[in-house]
């Protein structure tokens, strides 16, 4: 079993609409959680933190559930420039800090 | 301001020839990792650094090097690049320890091997 998974996709939805993504852990040690957004061909850059108590920032939730191993990203009201691949990544305690990526899920946002 | 830098961006060369790439951040950061991207495979790590003098392989290290020398720069080597090794490749940096440990990425280098 992959340490962190994700539904690749691509997930094709319209402007305005509200989507959600859901990516799995294996290690119940995982400390830290993060979503990172990924334009075609470019670098990855950090989306949110996502902490136990959920956290919120314009039209992006993030949520935890530690006793089911997921974490989660809401999209609301869509815009096509949110149109990207979405990694989930999970960082295990223990002082090792090695940080595991999913393989991203697509999201296409049309018209 | 802040960044991770790599050179080159696009890069063609033939099989058998050494090359390095080369990853440089200004950050002070502990961290610093090598990743390979290919399609349907999503980003899997080569070599990393714990701090200066300190690298540990990665999930796919066969076929490359690095060294950690200076706490600013993460060169990746490729002895005898291959065309398997054709891939994007991205450097990334981060503090150690901590809730936040943000990994920021250089803009990716493009390795063709022929």
């Known amino acids: 079993r992959k340490e962190v998974e994700q539904d690749p996709g691509p997930f094709n939805v319209p402007e305005g609409a509200t989507v959600a993504f859901n990516c799995t852990y294996s290690?119940?040690?995982?400390?830290?959680f993060f979503w990172y957004r990924q334009d075609c061909r470019k670098e990855p850059k950090l989306l949110m933190s996502v902490y136990s108590s959920g956290n919120e920032d314009g039209r992006f939730t993030a949520q935890l559930n530690r006793a089911s191993q997921y974490i989660s990203l809401l999209i609301r009201d869509s815009k096509l420039s949110d149109s990207a691949t979405y990694l989930c990544?999970?960082?295990?305690?223990?002082?090792?800090?090695?940080?595991?990526f999913g393989r991203g899920t697509s999201l296409i946002v049309h018209p | 301001e802040a960044q991770v830098t790599q050179n080159p961006r696009y890069l063609i060369t033939v099989t058998g020839k050494k090359l390095t790439v080369t990853c440089s951040q200004n950050m002070n950061h502990e961290y610093m990792s090598w990743y390979r991207q290919d399609p349907g495979l999503g980003l899997r790590q080569i070599y990393y650094s714990m701090n200066v003098e300190v690298t540990d392989k990665g999930d796919v290290p066969e076929g490359y090097k690095v060294s950690r020398k200076e706490k600013r720069n993460f060169p990746l080597i490729l002895e005898s690049p291959s065309p398997n090794q054709t891939s994007l490749y991205f450097c990334?940096?981060?503090?150690?320890?901590?809730?936040?440990?943000?990994?920021?990425f250089g803009p990716g280098t493009r390795l063709t091997v022929l």
């Open positions: 990544v999970v960082t295990s305690s223990g002082g090792s800090y090695i940080p595991t």
């Open positions: 290690n119940s040690a995982s400390q830290s």
């Open positions: 990334a940096s981060s503090l150690v320890g901590g809730r936040a440990n943000e990994q920021f």
